[in-house]
């Protein structure tokens, strides 16, 4: 049974997953085909919005909902739980990290799962070294100015808005480095199709590329870069892990 939620109650949470994950989950991963129908669904069960207020503040007194509801939609659709994961994710940081205009912006289309966020870290040279990342955001007359690229990107090709790691005025590997909010209709982004995944089939995935993208000064995480999008992963960590 899973956990209930202020906004979500046990019986439409294993109703979403006993009911309507289980009976997609093969034509799922047949097809790799995102379904939007679906994921609408888990967004109206209250799974988008575990860790938030009814104002869009950070309330972490649901983690152990979000565990729990990971752990059972996974059994059946790890592309599923993947895809409200993703939400989640872009939500916290915000909350936690970004000024409140950003929040009022971005975070109630996340929590009603009508708008789509990316964590921008990984880039195809770096892998798992993040500080070999070379996506770089130069200082401009009051905006940021973004060069690079990002892969396997969860939601790349429909994302509205995206948690971007750069490195601050060069690609130097010890630069510093800043977390931009980055509006995806923004001049000079490309949002791709990527690589189809084999473990998440269904999760749409992507690259997403910066030509000259312009980004104001204010819009990113109040937190140092790296530190900020490690808390993020840490934060996935905690979701996924076996109890």
Not at 128 to 137: H, K, L, M, Q, Y
Not at 181 to 203: H, I, K, N, Q, W
């Amino acid at each position: 049974m899973l956990a209930p939620d202020r906004d979500a109650p046990a019986a439409d949470l294993t109703r979403f997953v006993e009911g309507l994950v289980a009976e997609a989950a093969e034509r799922i991963d047949r097809d790799a085909a995102f379904d939007e129908t679906l994921y609408h669904a888990g967004a109206e069960a209250g799974l988008t919005r575990l860790l938030l207020t009814e104002n869009h503040t950070l309330d972490l007194s649901g983690m152990r909902a979000v565990h729990e509801s990971t752990e059972a939609i996974s059994t059946h659709s790890p592309a599923v739980a993947l895809q409200l994961s993703g939400t989640r994710l872009i939500a916290y940081l915000l909350t936690r990290y970004a000024p409140r205009r950003l929040v009022e912006r971005w975070v109630p289309g996340l929590a009603s799962g009508t708008a789509y966020g990316s964590f921008g870290i990984t880039e195809p040279h770096a892998g798992t070294d993040v500080r070999g990342i070379s996506t770089v955001a130069r200082r401009g007359d009051g905006k940021w100015i973004l060069d690079g690229e990002k892969c396997w990107i969860g939601y790349a090709p429909i994302a509205d808005v995206a948690v971007v790691l750069a490195k601050v005025g060069t690609a130097d590997r010890d630069a510093d480095t800043v977390a931009l909010v980055v509006d995806l209709s923004a001049p000079g982004v490309e949002r791709l199709d990527g690589p189809a995944l084999s473990g998440f089939r269904g999760m749409p995935n992507g690259i997403l590329r910066f030509r000259g993208v312009e980004v104001p000064l204010e819009d990113r995480l109040e937190v140092e870069g790296f530190a900020g999008m490690m808390d993020g992963l840490n934060l996935a960590r905690i979701e996924a892990g076996d109890r």
